[in-house]
């Protein structure tokens, strides 16, 4: 079955510390995947993707993931949390070579201190 | 990027009447969209597939007499909850395929409450 997992459901750290989202996949090929962001109330953002090529991919506001293949794996970082990262953080996987329907994880709350 | 809007953000409404949500493409043309329900705490769960000049494919256990989605032309897809009761209240996000890439872009989202 496809199905993808964010194993921590809220993650607290303090501003200017370093940060990983963790996001597990199963799917039957490897998919495209996806990290988006959501504000309170507010639609969806999209972070960064990842389609092929270099596993390391950056996308905006500072953040970057990694995808690991042996580990079914596309984790989420940034080297420094800012007051304003705080969200919900939602990993997608979605089917390669076409935009069609994604599926996405159960969301990781981020909360940041000062 | 590509932009897609929906409208309203937020809506209020009584039991038994019909609420219309919209989701426009703005800057391309989206042959393809989707509709998903988000509850409280939870993920984005896709309710249907929407498509332009077709009927609306369905998710299982979606009811599709209850949610009613309209693709009548490119850059439009319509959801209107047909006689609405309050446990249909809920966040409804849509996005659209953009034909030349790889990504769907969502919308803002619509706070549907139903009283």
């Known amino acids: 079955a496809q199905s993808v997992t964010q194993p921590d459901i809220h993650i607290t750290v303090s501003e200017g510390a370093s940060l990983e989202l963790r996001c597990n996949y199963s799917?039957?090929?490897?998919?495209?995947l996806f990290w988006y962001v959501q504000s309170p109330g507010q639609g969806l953002q999209l972070l960064l993707k990842?389609?092929?090529?270099?596993?390391l991919v950056q996308g905006i506001k500072g953040f970057e993931a990694e995808f690991k293949r042996s580990q079914s794996s596309f984790n989420l970082r940034k080297p420094s949390v800012h007051w304003s990262d705080a969200a919900e953080y939602f990993c997608?996987?979605?089917?390669?070579?076409?935009?069609?329907?994604?599926?996405f994880g159960t969301g990781t709350r981020l909360q940041v201190f000062p | 990027g590509a932009v897609v809007s929906q409208h309203p953000s937020r809506v209020i409404c009584k039991s038994g009447t019909s609420v219309k949500i919209e989701c426009r493409s703005l800057?391309?043309?989206?042959?393809?969209m989707f509709w998903y329900r988000q509850f409280p705490k939870k993920s984005l769960m896709l309710m249907a597939t929407?498509?332009?000049?077709?009927?609306?494919?369905?998710e299982q256990g979606v009811e599709k007499d209850k949610f009613l989605i309209n693709h009548a032309s490119l850059t439009l897809s319509t959801l209107t909850v047909t006689s609405a009761h309050p446990e249909d209240s809920s966040f409804y996000i849509c996005?659209?395929?953009?034909?030349?890439?790889?990504?769907?872009?969502f919308g803002q989202g619509t706070r549907l409450t139903v009283v």
């Open positions: 799917y039957g090929a490897t998919p495209y």
């Open positions: 996005s659209a395929a953009h034909p030349q890439g790889t990504e769907a872009f």
């Open positions: 997608a996987v979605g089917p390669p070579y076409n935009t069609d329907k994604l599926i």
């Open positions: 929407s498509n332009e000049g077709s009927k609306a494919t369905y």
């Open positions: 990842y389609f092929s090529g270099d596993t």
């Open positions: 800057d391309f043309q989206a042959t393809t």
